[in-house]
């Protein structure tokens, strides 16, 4: 990827082949083209956002990375950004004020590894045309700078953010073009910033959560077009939350939850349309949760497979395995807690 890198040598020339002069348009301008932006200190990002005298929009990519800023304050007068936007590895920054003006990002945004406490800054930011990406910034306790978004045209990332308590902030999220993931977030109570989605467009990832005890704020969710991976959650008691969900049109994951005692909240469950596998659940006893399940996938790689759940009566695969009516060579039952067949 191309880049533009600021110097302080190209600061007069810069400002004034973007700047022109003011008053010429009431709109916003234009900054950059199609190469990078990248700011490398905040003496540097001083100096450039201080160029700008007004509403601006960034063509293209804008990379804050490696940069030890800590204020997004020079940039009050940033109002989208067309490319990518990331803001990556500054140890020092505790927040995103300064970033009030920012509606949109038209590709990818990734806010990683930072020093950050709050999203604090971003309240004006509705759509996000690429991939949004919040990770691995280790203070960070919520999401509530968000809520004014309504759209995620990509991915959505919430993933290794291991203070976070709750994403109450993404409340006003009705759209998510494709995946969502939510990983690694070991204080994270629950999912109520999801309530706003009744379809996930790609899969619906939630692995290792510490703290997730329920899955309610997923209430809405009829349909997810991908799979869905429950997995790895230590004090996961119950699936409640997704009552209303009738269609996986992927594979379907539950895995490793060592209190899950029961599938309850899959009630409403009608179709996978992939894999089923249910596996390493060590309280699990019943499999009751999944009565109106009728189909799984009928390709040459989908299977069901019920295996390594101690609790689990092996009696209780089979029974499964005949009610969606597989062939001997399309599911696997394994190791639960009897070893005898029907």
């Known amino acids: 990827m191309a880049s533009w890198r600021w110097g302080f040598g190209a600061s007069v020339l810069g400002a004034a082949l973007w700047i022109g002069c003011e008053g010429e348009s009431e709109g916003p301008l234009a900054v950059?083209?199609?190469?990078?932006?990248?700011?490398?200190?905040?003496?540097?990002?001083?100096?450039?956002?201080?160029?700008?005298?007004?509403?601006?929009?960034?063509?293209?990519?804008f990379?804050?990375?490696?940069?030890y800023l800590s204020s997004m304050e020079p940039l009050r007068n940033l109002v989208g950004v067309?490319?990518?936007?990331?803001?990556?590895?500054?140890?020092?920054?505790?927040?995103?004020?300064?970033?009030?003006?920012?509606?949109?990002?038209?590709?990818?945004?990734?806010?990683?590894?930072?020093?950050?406490?709050?999203l604090q800054g971003l309240e004006q930011l509705e759509r996000v045309g690429g991939n949004f990406e919040i990770s691995c910034n280790f203070s960070l306790r919520d999401l509530d700078g968000l809520k004014a978004l309504r759209r995620v045209d990509g991915h959505l990332f919430v993933d290794a953010t291991t203070e976070l308590i709750n994403i109450d902030g993404l409340s006003g999220l009705t759209h998510v073009g494709s995946s969502i993931k939510?990983?690694?977030?070991?204080?994270?109570?629950?999912?109520?910033?999801?309530?706003?989605?009744?379809?996930?467009?790609?899969?619906?990832?939630?692995?290792?959560?510490?703290?997730?005890?329920?899955?309610?704020?997923?209430?809405g969710v009829a349909t997810i077009k991908g799979g869905l991976a429950i997995?790895?959650?230590?004090?996961?008691?119950?699936?409640?939350?997704?009552?209303?969900?009738?269609?996986?049109?992927?594979?379907?994951?539950?895995?490793?939850?060592?209190?899950?005692?029961?599938?309850?909240?899959?009630?409403?469950?009608?179709?996978?349309?992939?894999?089923?596998?249910?596996?390493?659940?060590?309280?699990?006893?019943?499999?009751?949760?999944?009565?109106?399940?009728?189909?799984?996938?009928?390709?040459e790689r989908d299977l069901m497979i019920v295996e390594l759940n101690p609790s689990l009566p092996m009696s209780a695969g089979y029974e499964l395995a005949?009610?969606?009516r597989l062939a001997e060579h399309q599911f696997i039952v394994f190791d639960n807690l009897s070893a005898s067949a029907p």
């Open 63 to 67: 990379l804050l990375e490696d940069a």
């Open 82 to 118: 067309e490319g990518d936007f990331a803001i990556r590895n500054n140890g020092a920054l505790t927040d995103l004020k300064g970033l009030h003006n920012l509606s949109y990002v038209e590709g990818n945004f990734h806010i990683l590894a930072n020093g950050l406490i709050a």
């Open 182 to 219: 939510i990983r690694d977030n070991k204080a994270l109570r629950d999912l109520k910033g999801l309530g706003g989605l009744s379809v996930v467009e790609g899969d619906l990832l939630l692995i290792f959560n510490g703290a997730l005890k329920d899955l309610r704020g997923l209430n």
């Open 32 to 61: 950059g083209g199609t190469e990078a932006i990248v700011i490398e200190s905040q003496e540097e990002l001083d100096a450039w956002a201080g160029a700008q005298k007004r509403a601006f929009v960034v063509q293209g990519d």
């Open 231 to 299: 997995d790895e959650h230590p004090v996961l008691e119950s699936l409640e939350g997704l009552n209303a969900l009738a269609e996986v049109g992927g594979a379907l994951s539950i895995n490793r939850n060592q209190v899950l005692q029961n599938l309850n909240g899959l009630d409403n469950l009608r179709q996978v349309g992939k894999s089923l596998y249910i596996g390493g659940n060590a309280l699990l006893s019943n499999l009751d949760g999944l009565a109106k399940l009728g189909q799984i996938g009928t390709g």
């Open 322 to 324: 005949e009610r969606l």
